[in-house]
């Protein structure tokens, strides 16, 4: 059974603080996503890294993907309070399926 | 563009009771998800489907029933509600199996069984 751990479950830092979020499993995975979340909303995608090394940016966040597509992780810098929200994993499984790992939960104050 | 639409957004059962969680999506997908979400666990796919007239079983499908009569709609049904089954429930769909452009999810349905 493939599986996707994140650490930390959850994180609270005030506005400014660098994060990063990890995602890890025993397995390689085609692709993996990350999704963020809001109270009372579903995931929304942020961003697909399919090569092994890969890294991609989308304005403060920056994705890599391991070089041996087993692990991932996020990084924040300078965070904002409208970061605030749970960051999922998902990694592409068998069938083409997505397996979510349990999500990070971030809390940003001002 | 609605997107995913699900309904009701909240619903209290009482055990043993029935109901059909409606989900609907207006971007022709083929491939549509149930996933159910507990605080802590991440998303535990119940059912999907790739396409109309065929569904199979994800990791958590025990008490749940599926069908995808049409492209548009797959509606998740649960016969006898028990409190195990107390969640938060999300249907997505894709354009192809997911891996690349992700999924669309709806806003979910928050359920409670007493």
């Known amino acids: 059974t493939q599986l996707l751990e994140q650490s930390p479950q959850f994180l609270s830092i005030q506005e400014g603080e660098n994060l990063t979020v990890y995602c890890n499993s025993s397995?390689?995975?085609?692709?993996l996503q990350w999704y963020r979340q809001e109270p009372g909303e579903g995931p929304v995608l942020l961003v697909t890294?399919?090569?092994?090394?890969e890294v991609k940016k989308l304005k403060r966040l920056t994705f890599q993907f391991g070089d041996a597509r087993k692990d991932s992780s996020l990084h924040i810098t300078a965070a904002q309070p409208g970061d605030t929200g749970l960051y999922l994993c998902?990694?592409?499984?068998?069938?083409?399926?997505?397996?979510f790992g349990q999500g990070t939960e971030l809390s940003v104050k001002p | 563009n609605a997107g995913v639409t699900q309904t009701p957004k909240f619903r209290i059962l009482k055990i043993g009771q029935s109901m059909t969680l409606q989900c609907a999506q207006d971007?022709?997908?083929?491939?549509m998800y149930w996933y159910r979400q507990d605080p802590g666990m991440g998303l535990k796919l119940i059912y999907y489907?790739?396409?109309?007239?065929?569904?199979d079983k994800g990791e958590v499908p025990n008490g749940y029933n599926v069908s995808r009569s049409t492209t548009e709609d797959f509606p998740l049904r649960l016969e006898l509600a028990a409190p195990s089954q107390t969640s938060v429930y999300f249907c997505?769909?894709?354009?192809?199996?997911?891996?690349?452009?992700?999924?669309?999810f709806g806003s979910g349905t928050r359920l409670t069984v007493v």
């Open positions: 997505a769909s894709s354009f192809e199996a997911g891996t690349t452009y992700g999924y669309t």
């Open positions: 397995s390689v995975f085609s692709s």
């Open positions: 890294v399919v090569t092994g090394g």
């Open positions: 998902a990694g592409a499984g068998g069938g083409g399926k997505l397996i």
């Open positions: 971007m022709n997908h083929n491939y």
């Open positions: 489907s790739v396409g109309a007239g065929i569904t």
